[in-house]
């Protein structure tokens, strides 16, 4: 995703900066607009920006109209690059817990979105997010403030095969659930969520594409009783991971079996 405007290197809102400061990302310069530096409701995150030593520069209105539009607060943070997690470390921590539970996109390509899925994703305790590093939305600070803070607490890893991913997740114990409307596909609520998992949601309008629905071992269906034909990704992503902390938080659930998962097209 080209780096072609103001918002691209900063994130912009109270929450989103306070998130981005207590997470330790790698801020450069606090920006605040002059006429909010005694306000009240900024005395903490000046604070923990001074004690993060991270410079504060106190400027005028005009300074905040180059990000085209009012959620900034007067508040920015000048940021480096998202620091995406590598795929090594975050398949050791797959392989650490048995719960892990893993949203995996199939190019996701609207920023707010994957924001959304971010945050929802940290919000249900995941343990990664694993995106295509093409023809996909990336972490950017607009990204970042769609997240609300979310994306500096969430280990995201960049990949150049989603489908090679997915073999390996399978692999280190995880079952590979597509959220999918395609014939086939079975009631989310009719599936075993309580061990290591991944989700995996497809793109805007397209959804799964047919390689990455060959690599999950069954195909959730979110049944809908409207005229609207699918939900977004990041709702569907949030109905499935809020079923699976149902389950896990469901001591005297009734078991379910999984079945054997469907042969693999090399």
Known sequence: MARNSADDDTITGIHPVAEAIAAGE?????????????????????????????PIAF???EAFRRFGHDRHQHVAAVVKPFEYAPWGDVRAAVKADENALV??????????????????????GSTAVVIPDRRSASVTPAVRRAAAGAASHMRVASVPNLARILEDLKADGCWVYGLSTAGGA???????YTGRCVFVVGSEGKGLSRLIA?????????????KVASLNASSAAAIALFEALRQRAHTNRVAYEKPAPPAVNP
């Open 214 to 226: 060959e690599r999950c071992d069954r195909l959730a269906l979110i049944p809908l009783r409207g």
């Open 103 to 124: 949203v995996a996109l199939d190019h996701v390509e609207d920023p707010h979105n994957l924001g959304a899925i971010l945050r929802n994703a940290e919000a249900a």
């Open 59 to 61: 400027e005028r209105d």
């Open 186 to 192: 079975v009631p989310y609520t009719q599936m075993d």
């Open 26 to 54: 790698s801020i450069e310069r606090l920006l605040i607009g002059a006429h909010r530096e005694r306000d009240p409701a900024l005395r903490s995150l000046i604070d923990a920006a001074r004690t993060a030593n991270i």
